[in-house]
């Protein structure tokens, strides 16, 4: 089983929408968690850290619930340049930087 | 700063072939780490490193070399490519080891390697 599963998606809006993307960790002893956003062919590059309190930047909002081992990431009036591949990151624990990726979830905004 | 440096961006070699994909980061940074990109698998991490002199192994480390003789580079060393390392190869380092101090992963812009 993959430490952190996340539903692949795609997701298709339109813009303005709202979209909620959500995954899981396996890994109980993780203590750090991230979103990563990647376009297509690009590096990942991180879109904001998840903490336990929940965590808000601009239109983006991430959530953690650690008794139920979930994440997830809140896109408010979606835009297109938000079209991308959102990772869902968790670290490995007592293994320094080490991340595990999910496989990511497809999010395309339409006109 | 140029941040990391990846180099080449594309390569194609043949069964057997051995290459080095070289990684450079000018940010002082700790920790550096090769992850490999599937269609359908996320990213995985091969190996990384804490420091100079310090290397250890990821998830997917067979068939890969690495060594950290300086603080800026982190070559990856593909012994005899296989097929199966057909893949995009990204670099990353950070100023921390430590995720938990919440220090930005930076990547490279990938290596594009198809092993015919």
């Known amino acids: 089983r993959k430490e952190v599963e996340q539903d692949p998606g795609p997701f298709n809006v339109p813009e303005g929408a709202t979209v909620a993307f959500n995954c899981t960790y396996s890994?109980?002893?993780?203590?750090?968690f991230f979103w990563y956003r990647q376009d297509c062919r690009k590096e990942p590059k991180l879109l904001m850290s998840v903490y336990s309190s929940g965590n808000e930047d601009g239109r983006f909002t991430a959530q953690l619930n650690r008794a139920s081992q979930y994440i997830s990431l809140l896109i408010r009036d979606s835009k297109l340049s938000d079209s991308a591949t959102y990772l869902c990151?968790?670290?490995?624990?007592?293994?320094?930087?080490?991340?595990?990726f999910g496989k990511g979830t497809s999010l395309l905004v339409t006109p | 700063n140029a941040g990391v440096t990846q180099t080449p961006k594309f390569q194609v070699l043949k069964t057997g072939q051995s290459m080095t994909l070289q990684c450079a980061q000018d940010m002082n940074h700790e920790y550096m780490s090769w992850y490999r990109q599937d269609p359908g698998m996320g990213l995985r991490l091969i190996h990384y490193?804490?420091?100079?002199?310090?290397?250890d192994q990821g998830e997917v480390p067979n068939g890969y070399n690495v060594s950290r003789s300086t603080t800026e580079d982190f070559p990856l060393r593909l012994l005899s490519a296989a097929p199966s390392q057909t893949s995009v190869y990204f670099c990353?380092?950070?100023?921390?080891?430590?995720?938990?101090?919440?220090?930005?992963?930076?990547f490279g812009s990938g290596t594009q390697l198809s092993v015919l």
């Open positions: 990353a380092s950070s100023y921390s080891q430590w995720a938990t101090d919440n220090e930005k992963l930076f």
């Open positions: 890994n109980s002893a993780s203590q750090s």
């Open positions: 490193s804490v420091g100079a002199g310090i290397t």
């Open positions: 990151v968790s670290d490995r624990s007592n293994s320094g930087y080490a991340l595990n």
